[in-house]
C-alpha cells in the first residue's frame, strides 16, 4: 500500500511522528513531508534523518491555506499533530479547540480538497467518555473523522477517513516512565497519584505496526482499536526501583482530568464492535449490517461479549515483564 506513496504527517516531529517518519522511509515510499510549527525540532529531526525522501514544511493546522499547499499531491495523510499535555489543555481549552478540533477539521476539508487517497486521524483512549478536555477534544477529532465520509461525493472524492485510538506509547515523552526514571535518577522519590491506577502498555513499535495495519484494513469511517495488556503503576514503580535504585515513594494528588483507570472502548460502544485476533473495528452505526460485515470485514466477527474494554480489566504486565520491555525499548539508557 505504501510503495511509492507521497505520504503527509501532522504533528511530524513528535515521537511518533519520527518514529513513522523512520519505518515508512523503510517501506520504499516516494515522499514523507513532515508538517509542523516547530522549527527547531525541524532542524535536528533534517539532522538525524538524512534521507533526500523527506521534505519540511512549517505551518500550523489551524492554517488551512498553508496546510491545503502542503497536501498538494499526496496520497495517505497521518493525523498527529495536537496539543495533548492533559494539565495544559484543561488551562488553555480555547486553543486547545483551535488546534485539536477547528484543526481536525481543517485537515478533513483539505484532504477532500486535495483528494488524497487516505486520512487516518490518531486518536487517545483519553476520547472514551471523557474526563478531561482534552479527550472531549480528541472524541471530537474522532467523530469528525468517522463522519467525514457523509461530507463527500464518492464521484468526485476518493478519500477514505478512519481514526485510530490507543493509549500512551510505553516511554514517550510526557508519560510516567520516563518521568519515574528521571526521579530516579536524580535521587528523589517517586511521586504516585494513586497505587491503584491502570493504563494501557503499547510500545512504539507494536504502534507503528498497528497504525500501518489499520491504514491498509480500513475502508471509511471506522475507529480501530488495538488489543493491548495493561499495567498498574505500582508495578511500574517496583520495576524502575530494582532497575535503578529505590529512593522512597510519595503520594501526590490527582491531576485534575485524570481517570484511576483508562478505557479504549466503552460499554455502548461495543455495540457497534467487530473483531479478529488483535484489533477491535468500532464500526459507523450506518454501516453495520451482515451484509457490509461479510464484504468488508470477513475475517472479523461481531463481538461475542459486551463489556467495557478497560485497563482495569484486561491482562496485566508482570513486574519482570515491564523490566524487560524497558531493558528493551532502551529506556533506561543516559
Not at 213 to 230: D, H, N, R, W, Y
Not at 249 to 269: A, M, P, T, W
Not at 281 to 299: A, C, F, Q, R, V
Amino acid at each position: 500500500m505504501f510503495e511509492g506513496k507521497k505520504i503527509l504527517i501532522t504533528g511530524g516531529t513528535g515521537s511518533l511522528g519520527q518514529a513513522l517518519t523512520k519505518r515508512l522511509l523503510e517501506n520504499d515510499v516516494d515522499t514523507v513531508r513532515i508538517f509542523s510549527r516547530n522549527e527547531d525540532k525541524q532542524v535536528t529531526m533534517r539532522s538525524e534523518i538524512l534521507d533526500e525522501r523527506l521534505r519540511f514544511f512549517i505551518g500550523d493546522i489551524r492554517d488551512f491555506d498553508r496546510l491545503t499547499r502542503a497536501l498538494e499531491d499526496i496520497d495517505i495523510v497521518f493525523h498527529a499533530a495536537a496539543l495533548k499535555h492533559v494539565p495544559v489543555v484543561e488551562y488553555n481549552p480555547f486553543e486547545a479547540i483551535k488546534t485539536n478540533v477547528i484543526g481536525s477539521q481543517n485537515v478533513i476539508n483539505a484532504c477532500l480538497h486535495e483528494n488524497v487517497e487516505t486520512a487516518v486521524a490518531v486518536g487517545t483512549d483519553k476520547a472514551v467518555s471523557p474526563l478531561n478536555t482534552y479527550g472531549a477534544t480528541k472524541l471530537l477529532m474522532e467523530k469528525l473523522f468517522v463522519t467525514a465520509q457523509n461530507y463527500l461525493n464518492p464521484n468526485r472524492h476518493k478519500t477514505k477517513f478512519i481514526a485510530l485510538r490507543y493509549g500512551n506509547v510505553l516511554g514517550s515523552s510526557g508519560s510516567v516512565v520516563p518521568k519515574f526514571i528521571k526521579q530516579i535518577k536524580a535521587k528523589e522519590k517517586i511521586t504516585i497519584t494513586d497505587s491503584n491506577m491502570t493504563r494501557f502498555s503499547i510500545t512504539m513499535n507494536e504502534a507503528l505496526d498497528f497504525i500501518l495495519k489499520s491504514t491498509q484494513m480500513g475502508k471509511g469511517s471506522e475507529i480501530f482499536v488495538p488489543k493491548l495488556k495493561a499495567y498498574s503503576i505500582t508495578s511500574v514503580a517496583d520495576a524502575l526501583k530494582e532497575l535503578l535504585g529505590d529512593f522512597g515513594e510519595e503520594n501526590i494528588s490527582v491531576r485534575q482530568g485524570e481517570k484511576i483507570h483508562e478505557s479504549l472502548i466503552n460499554i455502548d460502544e461495543m455495540r457497534s464492535t467487530i473483531e479478529d485476533e488483535s484489533t477491535y473495528t468500532i464500526l459507523n452505526p450506518s454501516h453495520i449490517n451482515d451484509e457490509n460485515i461479510k464484504k468488508n470485514y470477513s475475517n472479523m466477527k461481531k463481538v461475542s461479549v459486551i463489556k467495557q474494554y478497560s485497563s482495569d480489566s484486561v491482562e496485566k504486565i508482570s513486574k519482570e515483564e515491564l523490566k524487560k520491555l524497558f531493558k528493551s525499548a532502551g529506556l533506561l539508557k543516559e
